[in-house]
Structures are given as structure tokens and as C-alpha cells.
């Protein structure tokens, strides 16, 4: 009774897929997460709206742009301005928590399951939720990390401690001309460790992730495995979706479920699909809440 007076119309439509879902991660033996962009926007980190506004109205004022991700794009004509915007940028998307509980939503699911993540975002969320490291694949970066520019050498750096101190000394936003990061190598500019094309730097972490993404996969991709994904959309499919449905369907054990509100699946994987076209920051409280 409960349940059934949170949902809303959608979710009451969503209900039984909700349940099945739920049996079918009590039954698996393994959990593959799949998140894009999405997982993040559920938990709050939105880009646009009143949240850009908090933050970036002068940045908004003086140059022009009106979200975070143009922002990002934007030919800032000096070093000193463009780490001014990135600097905040990335300490309001990085290095502090996002407004919902999501990500903490669902580590709470899957805690006690093998699992593991491979994901497109870069801010950080599952770690910060209580996902263990050595389960994440983080393959397009992390704000988190600087690089340098060229780059030198397959490298990166945490960034944290500089990130921090170019938010606490910038004045008309622009950081003083010292705090300007510059590769401890070679003295190119740092850039940020965010794969945008051939100069994205895959360092030590990157590929032990990666090689052990390809472990878990090897070790459970013939058992009860569920392929979990959430807020992947179509920059990058080849990354999350279509392996997830080739995947699903080379093992006919195997299920694919998709929390997004244009989820669907291909044809030839429809049986062993589930579709819920809801918001995942309201599923996943109702599949901690299943009996």
C-alpha cells in the first residue's frame, strides 16, 4: 500500500517490470552497471537552470554563455579566465556531493552482490557513494585529474589541492598567473584528463581498470549476470549499450535492464529485456523498498 500511494502514474505502469527487476538482482550472480550522463543529471548534477545560475551568473553576465557545458566550450582568451570558470567548475561537480542521494540509493541495491561499474561520467559519484575503487571503470576521465596538454607522457595528477586554490584566490574570475597548472615534465599547459580526442591520457590507473573490467566479464559472462544500465543515452553508445545488448545476447542467461525515460531494447534481445521509462532517482528507492 505503501508503494503504491509514492508512485505516480508512471510508476504505476512501470510496477511490475519495477518487481520483476528486483527478482532478477536477487537472482543474479553478477551485476554489470552501466551509467552515462543520466545517473548524474537523476542525482541533481544538472548543468543548466537554477543550479548554473547559482553559480555562474557573472560568468553568465560577462561572456554570455548559459549552462556549464557551453562554459566548458567556451575560447576564454586568457589562461587565467579560462581555470577562473574551470576551477569552479569542477570543484562544484568533483569535490562536492551531488544534491540527491542516487548514487547512495544504489550502492544500497547492489553492496551485496558482485558487481562492477563502467561508466562515462567523470565527477566521481560512485566513490564518493561507497563503491569500492577496484569495482569502477571510469573510461572517459575524471575531473579530478589534471594531464598534461601534449601529452609528454601517459600521466595524470590529482588535482584537488590546486582545484582549491584557484577557487579561494581568483578575483573577477581569473586566477592569479602562478597558479596557472603547467606539466611538471615538460612546462606545457595541464589540461583536464577528460577524453575529447587522441591527446586523452590513459595512465596506470586507466588500464588496471580496464583489464579488470575484462576479468569480470571473463569470470561471469556465462552465468546469471544483469547488465543494469542507467542514463546512457547516444554520444557514446559503443561504450555501455550496444555491448550491453551483444552481450545479452550471446547468453541467453543474461538479462538487460534499462532505467531511462526513452529506455528500449533491440529485437532480438526483447526477451530478456526490461524497460522502465521512469526517472531513476524515483526506481531505485522503490527496489530497496521490494520485499
Known amino acids: 500500500m505503501f508503494l503504491q500511494k509514492a508512485m505516480s502514474k508512471s510508476t504505476k505502469d512501470n510496477s511490475a517490470s519495477i518487481e520483476k527487476l528486483h527478482a532478477v538482482l536477487q537472482e543474479a550472480d553478477a551485476v554489470i552497471i552501466g551509467a552515462g550522463a543520466g545517473l548524474s543529471t537523476a542525482a541533481g548534477f544538472t548543468y543548466s537552470g537554477e543550479r548554473f545560475e547559482k553559480n555562474f551568473a557573472d560568468f553568465e553576465r560577462k561572456y554570455g554563455f548559459h549552462d556549464m557545458y557551453s562554459g566548458g566550450f567556451y575560447p576564454f582568451p586568457t589562461p587565467e579566465e579560462r581555470w577562473g570558470y574551470w576551477s ?88 592569479p598567473t602562478e ?66 545488448w551483444q552481450m545479452t545476447a550471446q547468453n541467453p542467461r543474461a538479462t538487460y535492464a534499462c532505467l531511462n525515460p526513452e529506455a528500449h531494447a533491440p529485437r532480438e534481445i526483447e526477451k530478456q529485456a526490461l524497460c522502465i521509462r521512469e526517472d531513476i532517482a524515483t526506481v531505485l528507492p522503490l527496489l530497496n523498498a521490494q520485499p
Open 88 to 175: 569552479r567548475f569542477i570543484y562544484l561537480n568533483r569535490y562536492q556531493d551531488p544534491p540527491k542521494s542516487t548514487y547512495a540509493d544504489l550502492f544500497a541495491l547492489v553492496k551485496d552482490k558482485n558487481y562492477f561499474v563502467i561508466t562515462t561520467n567523470v565527477d566521481h559519484c560512485f566513490q564518493k557513494a561507497g563503491f569500492d575503487k577496484k569495482r569502477l571503470f571510469y573510461t572517459q576521465g575524471d575531473y579530478g585529474l589534471f594531464q598534461c596538454s601534449e601529452p609528454c607522457r601517459q600521466e595524470t595528477f590529482d588535482n584537488e589541492e590546486q582545484v582549491r586554490e584557484m577557487l579561494h584566490a581568483q578575483k573577477d574570475m581569473r586566477i
Open 179 to 244: 597558479l596557472v597548472p603547467r606539466c611538471p615534465h615538460c612546462g606545457k599547459p595541464m589540461t583536464m584528463n577528460l577524453r575529447a580526442d587522441d591527446r586523452f591520457a590513459e595512465d596506470e590507473g586507466w588500464h588496471a581498470a580496464a583489464e579488470r573490467y575484462e576479468q569480470f566479464l571473463g569470470t561471469y559472462m556465462d552465468t546469471r549476470i544483469l547488465f543494469l544500465e542507467l542514463g546512457v543515452g547516444y554520444n557514446t553508445p559503443v561504450i555501455i549499450k550496444y555491448p550491453f
